[in-house]
């Protein structure tokens, strides 16, 4: 089941407790051969044919495979998956394969209408609902009882990094279609991809304080981000994101590498031969936190 819901702020009408026969301690259904798997601090992913590809259709993108394997280690069949910066919808497409209940919002209709597409052409049958919502994510509170939801789960924007023409710089092939292209989702005032490092964390800040207690105790957060190169000076999104969710109340638990060198091709030599740096498009972080538990 899938739908779309334009700005109410009523509390939602949608699953949070496990419909499987897992053990009461377990934290998710995985078996002891397929979390070994996950234990390993570097992953990697490929796409498949109903990932979305198309910089038109939106500018960053992560496999499917990827928020699959998230949500199955942090939850179990049935439980509430939340997405606060949805985007494409790949997030509610994983949750569709899993069984897991799942909602996701976004600024933009366009990406909501894009979320309802790649939802209805799933044809996945089972009793979980994938719900996508257009608000802005500091109003995600509002729509949910607290201590529901089992993960928290999003590839957010990374501060003001697509607001800014493209230079392709780290790309063998320069002249392609994005060159000059400013890819950045929207210049709405709300929109943090507009914003500066600063005011991008203390954004974020705000809004996870909101979600935390939606949060189950010991319930997963996982961010998807990059660092970026601004002016010649690393940007360390990461970092950033991690000093302020403790701030917020949350516990850092894991850093995890998705490591992108089995998708990107034709990487450019970017900073040779006077200036090491490193390729963000080659690994991006999964940064890992929980709500801890009550003293």
Request: proline share 3%; hydrophobic share 35%.
């Amino acid at each position: 089941m899938n739908q779309a819901v334009r700005k109410t702020t009523q509390i939602l009408d949608i699953g949070y407790k496990k419909t499987c026969e897992c053990n009461g301690t377990n934290i998710n259904c995985l078996t002891a051969k397929d979390w070994l798997k996950s234990q390993l601090g570097v992953w990697q992913f490929t796409y498949e044919k109903r990932d979305v590809r198309d910089k038109e259709l939106h500018p960053a993108t992560f496999p499917i495979s990827l928020a699959k394997k998230v949500i199955e280690l942090f939850t179990h069949q049935g439980e509430l998956v939340l997405d606060p910066f949805v985007g494409s919808g790949t997030t509610l497409v994983a949750a569709q394969d899993s069984n897991r209940n799942a909602v996701g919002f976004d600024l933009l209709s366009k990406y909501i209408y894009l979320c309802e597409s790649r939802l209805a052409e799933n044809h996945m049958f089972n009793n979980a609902k994938q719900i996508a919502i257009q608000d802005d994510a500091r109003n995600i509170h509002k729509y949910f009882n607290e201590g529901t939801i089992s993960l928290i789960f999003t590839s957010p924007p990374y501060a003001n990094l697509l607001n800014r023409k493209r230079k392709n710089k780290s790309r063998r092939d320069r002249n392609n279609s994005q060159l000059n292209k400013v890819e950045q989702y929207s210049q709405d005032e709300r929109d943090l991809g507009t914003y500066d490092i600063e005011k991008y964390t203390e954004a974020m800040g705000d809004i996870y304080e909101s979600l935390l207690p939606l949060l189950k105790e010991r319930a997963h957060c996982v961010i998807n981000v990059p660092d970026m190169w601004w002016e010649n000076q690393r940007i360390t999104i990461h970092v950033s994101l991690i000093q302020e969710l403790r701030k917020r109340g949350y516990e850092f638990r894991n850093t995890i590498i998705w490591d992108r060198t089995n998708i990107v091709n034709n990487i450019g030599i970017f900073g040779w031969p006077s200036n090491y740096i490193t390729m963000g498009t080659t690994f991006e972080y999964l940064l890992d936190f929980w709500k801890p538990p009550k003293q």
